[in-house]
């Protein structure tokens, strides 16, 4: 996928560096140019692969942004950094949101205290996202944050002492790192 679309999407790409061109028997080959469709669809299975949704779910998620009263773009952006899969590895405690999303099911974080192991759980400002007690001692976390540099995000504080994060407030566009168009994911839903 990451080749596929030319960004790393699942992370730091090591193949990605390697081998710059589009995967399969001809992908040196010349390609014909994509059509103003396909580079709508494009941009909305980037932004569908990178934040780890489903259709079902992104087609929500699209809906609700457009029912709020801000950019319906933006909105739909600053609703996918939201989701706790995404908190979890923004914070640093995965190494990938796939990562984060397994920690997440089996129940080794905690929002506020409680335990919550659903993934598409839409954290609110001022929430504190942390890791439960039994789990601070697990390898997977203690590597992914041994290296983190923590103040990369602006909508995010970090606590070391107790492992856990609150979050601020919504990122504004600008702070949302992803190479994601969203205007062309608005025209290609509005079509």
């Not at 014909?32 to 079902?56: D, H």
């Not at 504080?157 to 407030?169: P, R």
């Amino acid at each position: 996928m990451s080749r596929k679309f030319g960004d790393p999407i699942y992370g730091p790409d090591k193949v990605l560096s390697k081998r710059t061109n589009p995967p399969g028997q001809h992908g040196n080959d010349r390609r014909r140019k994509t059509s103003e469709y396909g580079t709508m669809l494009a941009q909305k299975q980037k932004a569908k692969y990178t934040y780890g949704v489903l259709e079902r779910q992104f087609r929500n998620m699209f809906e609700q942004a457009s029912r709020s009263s801000g950019v319906t773009g933006e909105e739909l952006m600053q609703l996918l950094e939201r989701r706790l899969d995404n908190i979890v590895y923004r914070l640093g405690i995965a190494p990938t949101r796939a990562a984060a999303r397994q920690l997440v099911n089996h129940k080794h974080i905690v929002v506020d205290g409680q335990v919550v192991n659903i993934p598409s759980y839409s954290v609110k400002p001022g929430q504190v996202v942390g890791v439960r007690e039994k789990s601070k001692s697990l390898e997977v976390i203690a590597d992914s944050l041994a290296g983190f540099n923590h103040g990369k995000y602006a909508w995010i504080e970090w606590d070391e002492n107790t492992k856990s994060g609150k979050f601020m407030h919504l990122p504004e566009r600008a702070d949302i790192p992803e190479n994601i168009q969203e205007q062309l994911i608005v025209e290609l839903y509005s079509k």
